[in-house]
């Protein structure tokens, strides 16, 4: 799946992902409101296969944000289901601090575009 608002690209992830987001996902500015960076890049591969897993039954998942024009991937929004709690949907993103591509309306146009998608 793939949408597009005026500045942002938000699509599903794709095994080629995983370099990109490993670095990302090591970035403490990143994972600021995390629970801590990635260490090791098998913790980004069974991110991405668990997100991959979810598109592929018709769950709703999470999103890679991509700036349109561009190939580079900043982050990831969308939905997050929660082990612990089954049945219950969170709505979160990641992004990479940047200026200059959206300024500070980056986080709420990737979120606006996330809500408006029906379950």
Not at 23 to 42: I, W
Not at 53 to 69: K, M
């Amino acid at each position: 799946m793939q949408l597009e608002t005026e500045r942002l690209i938000l699509r599903s992830f794709r095994e080629e992902d995983v370099d990109v987001m490993a670095q990302l996902f090591a970035n403490p500015d990143f994972m600021r409101f995390s629970l801590g960076v990635f260490t090791e890049r098998k913790q980004t591969v069974a991110f991405i296969e668990k997100v991959m897993g979810w598109d592929r039954a018709g769950i709703p998942s999470q999103f890679a944000v991509v700036p349109l024009g561009e190939d580079a991937v900043i982050g990831y929004c969308g939905f997050f289901h929660h082990a612990e709690v089954p049945g219950e949907i969170e709505i979160g993103y990641r992004l990479l601090p940047i200026t200059g591509i959206a300024g500070s309306s980056l986080k709420p146009r990737a979120l606006c575009a996330i809500t408006a998608l029906r379950i």
